[in-house]
């Protein structure tokens, strides 16, 4: 196992290269107290995600998002709770996107790193992987995962960050239905996985909803590179949209070119997931009106402050997740201040009782009763964005 801070050392030149990081990644930190002198203690922190591979773009935004939120609070004193002070350490595993090093994990920092807190994973596989672990522990879990089985009465301690195509899609599909007047025909192209399912199972409703008839859906296995096969069973049917899903941003890129090079003329639409900037850089001109899924207006200048900081520090550019995972460690350790406790029975009935979080990107809720059982999901602002001219252009937000 490797250090986090030879990782960063090391992310400029792996990301250029495109190498995949180190299959375990540990950053010095964890949620427990170890007391130190008296009145000072660490509080560890547990984050879990993709450090490497084709979720790398996602899982280092959600990492960037904690530490930069944990560094301001340091940098203000800490959190105070009662006569003790504690400062916020991070403890970091990458799970590779899959289950079983996510629950490797979820064990390691459960039952060595004495975490109470643990912030991720990213994807559904690794969220059911992890459940079991943190929920039997009372471990308060802010995760990121598309599925439905993520959050339920059953699961008191896991919270979602991450809005996910339940919420996001019937808005957003409304508004490239108006955009978008003669296409009427939709392919939906997804992961092989739950993640994937559990997307293309909230966009086609939406579609359908708002008068664009799914004509083909294909799911293809994580790891693929060559997308000519299904693209072409998928051009056979002349759809005039075709949605990239749930689909990594590395592999959205790809999609896009390839269906370009193989003569598809319709629009590119992204739902699921953000991250277009490092689709575009491997689409090229392929990528050009895609209408895509975005948490945040990159141009906003409190948001690009926080975009500028993030890539000075990783040498690479935020991937939009990273926005729900700053500001949700921002509401988590303000709770802990108002709470004046870091007790996880404690701070999960304060955060189901938050009316709202006003935080960088606007107002946050917590909803989700009708749909999980629970109001367990955060609510977010997001914009629906497009690509024009290469650039990134958000072309209307929406609000909670």
Known sequence: MSCLGGLRAKLGSAWKAGVALAALVVVAGAPNATYAQGKKAELKVGFIAALSGPGMSWGMGMLGGLELAAEDVNKAGGVVVGDTTYTI?????????????AAQAAQRLVSQDEVKVIFGPLGSVSMLAIADTTESNKVLVLSNSYTM???????????????TTAENSDPMVAFIAKDLPDAKTVAIISPNDESGKEVQSHSEPAYQKYGLKVISKEFYERGTQDFVPVLTRIMAQNPAILDLDGSTPVDSGVIMKQARQIGFKGKFVKVGGPGVADSIKIAGPAAEDLYYYSPWNPEEPKTKALTDRFEAKYKIPMNGLGIFFYEGAHMLFATMKQTKSVDTDVLRKALESQKEYMGLQGRYVWGGAKAYGINHQW???FFVGQVRKGAEVMRTKIEP
């Open 379 to 381: 609510i977010a602002p």
């Open 89 to 101: 350490k991070v403890i970091a595993y990458d799970d590779k996107y899959a289950g079983p090093p």
């Open 149 to 163: 089985k993520a959050l339920s009465k059953d699961k008191p301690y896991t919270f979602r960050l991450t809005p």
